[in-house]
Nanobody, 119 residues
Framework: QVPLVESGGGLVQPGGSLRLSCKAS???????????MSWYRQAPGDQRELVAT???????NYADSVKGRFTISRDNSRKTSSLQMTSLKPEDTAVYYC??????????WGQGTQVTVSS
């Protein structure tokens, strides 16, 4: 298990931006660089869905619903993954979860951070 701490959620108007961060403070820096980092989200009544992924080689993948609006990144020196969200829509409202997959395929989840897009 890799303890993860998320931050950056909140209330934003449609069209606005938010940046989420996920820190694996207890991870060893060289080991963190081998993790695949992802962000998922879950809206009330819906299943948890994959939003974005970034591999150790910085290959990224996005859900069709967020392509061109969201950007996932990583800073290995800070053991942090970030999700920059722009042009937010009400349908982006959800709890967003950070997710880690280690080289041994161990999985960890963050506690979740609420994002609400509303006028």
């Amino acid at each position: 298990q890799v303890p993860l701490v998320e931050s950056g959620g909140g209330l934003v108007q449609p069209g606005g931006s938010l940046r989420l961060s996920c820190k694996a403070s207890r991870a060893i820096t060289s080991v963190f660089s081998m993790y695949t980092m992802s962000w998922y989200r879950q809206a009330p009544g819906d299943q948890r869905e994959l939003v974005a992924t970034i591999t150790p080689d910085r290959v990224t993948n996005y859900a069709d619903s967020v392509k061109g609006r969201f950007t996932i990144s990583r800073d290995n020196s800070r053991k942090t993954s970030s999700l920059q969200m722009t042009s937010l829509k009400p349908e982006d409202t959800a709890v967003y979860y950070c997710h880690v997959t280690t080289p041994s395929q161990s999985v960890s989840w963050g506690q979740g951070t609420q994002v609400t897009v509303s006028s």
